[in-house]
Nanobody
């Protein structure tokens, strides 16, 4: 079992920055790739970023490319999402999720993930 706990969300003004954290606890957490997904009210959940294990290859959605950066600290079982240039449309519940590093397929395919956190709310105000 792998438990994921997000933190770092909050209220920020347009153009501001936040860093979200995802703490992964459980056996073999280093064997998982970690994705960030988000869901805004009334909208479908969408992929934001993904970082692979063990090489740390990163992938981003077009909407956040160049503004968001994901990273991981394997020793501390932590994954981060650093967000800059925040826009009102970035307002959402951000959730981290894990899938086995041996599993292939598109990182945006939610069905390929095994564990999900509860999320942390990010609100961008104008």
């Amino acid at each position: 079992q792998l438990q994921l706990v997000e933190s770092g969300g909050g209220l920020v003004q347009v153009g501001g920055s936040l860093r979200l954290s995802c703490a992964a606890a459980g056996f073999g957490s280093g064997h998982y790739g970690i994705g960030w997904f988000r869901q805004a009210p009334g909208k479908a959940r969408e992929g934001v970023s993904y970082i692979s294990s063990p090489y740390g290859d990163t992938f981003y959605s077009d909407s956040v490319q160049g503004r968001f950066t994901t990273s991981r600290d394997q020793a501390r079982n932590m994954v981060y999402l650093h967000m800059e240039g925040l826009k009102p449309e970035d307002t959402a519940l951000y959730v981290c999720t894990a899938r086995s590093r041996e599993r292939g397929g598109l990182w945006t395919n939610q069905a390929l993930y095994d564990y999900w956190g509860r999320g942390t709310q990010v609100t961008v105000s104008t």
